[in-house]
């Protein structure tokens, strides 16, 4: 009843102005209030609500698009008649939605409306990733379209891992996209892994089929002796390439790294969380002692956690995985797992150490200090588009992506209002202070877009920037030219929903100290939601209990446990029955300590080996 009350003040407000005399500012209420009043009324509908409670809005909706553009009642007063074969067209739509019918999916691509996480938290992540214009699916199964938004992210995270990468001593490389399947088959645990997710190409060539209603159809006669496995990663062509590679101690060790795509045939698909095909970076490494392969896994899970911590403000656990979570052919597994708002967890980055298993699977071997000829050691590690979807999770609020200013593309979008087109006064003084502006951030190395449009209100502006997470909007118009100062709004952070005069002579030193103040709280604010969203020595009982009903549509879910462990295959196994937790990892810092001795394992009563981090995950 309160909104209610305050739209209708709005709506009163907005008519006792003539329409004439609107400025663009009071135009931009207008628009901002027509969206929230139009939102308001999609949740209701989802909600169930009847036409009683929605009806009052729906005029108050009328009045204010009325209050806008006084011909919207003139232009749109139907017939009776029309009136009826509207409310037919609407009918058979809303028929067409309930089978799922393919024009409305079409609609719902198009539509700005986002799904509030309480009402379903994966239907709002789909609606994220749309409004923001970060992905689309594709005509190809469970492959997607990354839109260049959603590219630029990438982009952030990849040089910035590049950088990190090429520290620890890697230098990219790229190796083939089609990988021999004798090569799959010679590590044995390593097949068996991705057996089922590969896909096979068997023929080199296609003709025209002798009906020519058919197109084209493979040509038999052009089978490949040997089958070709698009990678589903590539420790097998590139420890082929090792053994070339590798003769002596001298040559270790040897780190590659490649930034590349990799398909693996996911049966049930999400945007940048699970898709049969993403883009990741692999490093693969080879050393001469265990001791040196072990300290490079160990690194690059640091590398990793140091980035999803210092550029994307995602904290992270690091831990190692069960036997049964490791990646299959590795010894161990380390991993950084985050916590999504829904209680969920993500693997964020895994990098493995091999043992002497790949380098013995094809005859990789050196001659040590002794000319002693040994087998060597191998690492491997990456991390995927998949931290798009995490850094969606972690921060994103119900109206849009939200996004850290280090990985934010663009920090600070500046939205001019132009003087009236006679004032030459006017627009000279906005043309100097824009462009001081705007030199002022980039020299503080700022990323700044000025959202020049013409053809677009402001509000239009606001609302798709806000959309897309970028962390600050400087608004500037004559009055605040006359008035040295222009006008800040923060995506996220310590009053983000109020705006806020800064001198024009202080803008850049405030945007730079606001930006940074901004990437510490999100960090905090996510830091914070970890610690509260694990569980620490439930029992077996309360954690199945309050994971039974737990999906990835509820917002927000119980969340990990941590939890004394024996190592047990199968009990693992059971409780991934029972109430679909798996083992996310053993967290180091925990297990260091020593926290799970003298405890019981929390499902079998024995004594405990591990302290282990339960939950559901993605």
């Known amino acids: 009843m309160t909104g209610t009350l305050a739209i209708g003040y709005s709506v009163s407000y907005a008519l006792s102005c003539s329409t004439e005399q609107l400025s663009e500012e009071q135009k931009d209420v207008l ?38 553009d006084p011909t919207f009642n003139k232009a749109k007063k139907p017939k009776q008649q029309q009136n009826q074969k509207q409310s037919q067209k609407q009918n058979q739509k809303n028929q067409q939605k309930l089978k799922g019918n393919n024009n409305n999916k079409e609609d719902d691509s198009e539509s700005d409306f986002i799904t509030a996480r309480a009402v379903d938290y994966s239907k709002w992540y789909s609606d994220i990733i749309r409004v923001a214009g970060l992905a689309e699916t594709s005509p190809v199964r469970g492959c997607m379209v990354i839109k260049p938004w959603g590219m630029s992210l990438w982009d952030k995270i990849r040089t910035d891992l590049d950088e990190r990468i090429k520290e620890n001593g890697a230098e990219n490389c790229y190796f083939p ?8 088959s010679k590590e ?10 590969c896909a096979v190409v068997t023929h080199h060539r296609l003709k025209s089929a002798d009906n020519k209603d058919d197109g ?24 082929y390439m090792f053994r070339k590679w590798i003769n002596s101690h001298r040559d270790l060790p040897l780190k590659v790294n490649q930034w590349a795509n990799v398909m693996r045939w ?89 043992g002497q298993s790949f380098g013995k699977a094809f005859d990789v071997t050196f001659q040590d200090t002794d000319g002693e000829e040994k087998d060597v050691w191998g690492t491997s590690w990456g991390v995927s588009t998949r931290l798009i979807g995490a850094l969606i999770m972690t921060h994103s609020d119900d109206n849009g992506l939200v996004l850290p200013p280090r990985v934010a593309p663009i920090q600070i979008v500046i939205v001019p209002i132009p003087p009236k087109k006679n004032d030459e006064e006017g627009k000279i003084a906005m043309d100097k202070a824009l462009d001081e502006l705007v030199a002022g951030l980039k020299a503080k190395g700022m990323r700044v877009k000025v959202d020049d449009r013409d053809f677009m209100r402001n509000g ?14 400087i608004e500037l118009g004559p009055r605040d030219v006359k008035s040295n100062s222009c006008v800040f709004k923060y995506r996220a952070g310590s009053g983000s929903d109020e705006k806020t005069s800064i001198d024009l002579n202080d803008a850049v030193q405030k945007a730079s100290d606001g930006l940074e103040s901004m990437q510490e709280g999100l960090l905090e604010e996510a830091r914070s939601r970890l610690s509260n969203g694990i569980t620490e020595d439930a029992s077996y009982e309360e954690m199945r209990d309050a994971l039974d009903n737990d999906e990835a549509s509820s917002y927000a879910g119980p969340g990990l446990y941590l939890v004394p462990w024996k190592c047990d295959a199968e009990n ?26 003298g405890k019981k394992c929390f499902y079998s009563g024995e004594d405990a080996t591990h302290m282990a981090l339960f939950g559901r995950a993605y």
């Open 31 to 68: 628009e901002t209030k027509i969206k929230e009043t139009g939102d308001k009324i999609r949740v209701l509908k989802e909600e169930g609500a009847d036409k009683a409670t929605i009806a009052p809005i729906v005029q108050e909706l009328l009045a204010l698009k009325t209050q806008l």
């Open 177 to 184: 996209l089609l990988i021999p399947k004798s090569f799959l």
């Open 188 to 197: 044995a645990e390593h097949v068996d892994g991705f057996a089922k997710e």
């Open 216 to 239: 084209l159809i493979v040509d038999p006669e052009a089978e490949l002796e040997d089958p070709l496995i698009i990678r589903p990663t590539s420790e097998t062509m590139i420890w």
């Open 266 to 354: 996911e049966m049930r698909t999400r945007p940048f969380l699970r898709t049969s095909e993403f883009l990741w970076q692999e490093g693969h490494t080879a050393h001469a002692t265990s001791e040196g392969a072990l300290d490079d896994a160990r690194t690059m899970m640091e590398e990793y956690a140091t980035l999803c911590e210092n550029l994307m403000a995602m904290p992270v656990v690091r831990g190692v995985k069960s036997p049964s979570e490791r990646f299959a052919g590795a010894v161990d597994t380390f991993t950084i797992e985050a916590l999504m708002q829904n209680g969920w967890a993500l693997q964020s980055g895994t990098s493995h150490f091999l």
């Open 460 to 473: 239009a502006k606001y609302f798709e920037w806000e959309r897309k997470g970028v962390p600050l909007r």
């Open 572 to 597: 693992e196994d059971k409780i991934k029955t029972e109430c679909k937790a798996t083992i996310r990892c053993y967290p180091l810092d925990s297990n260091s300590e020593g926290l799970h001795e």
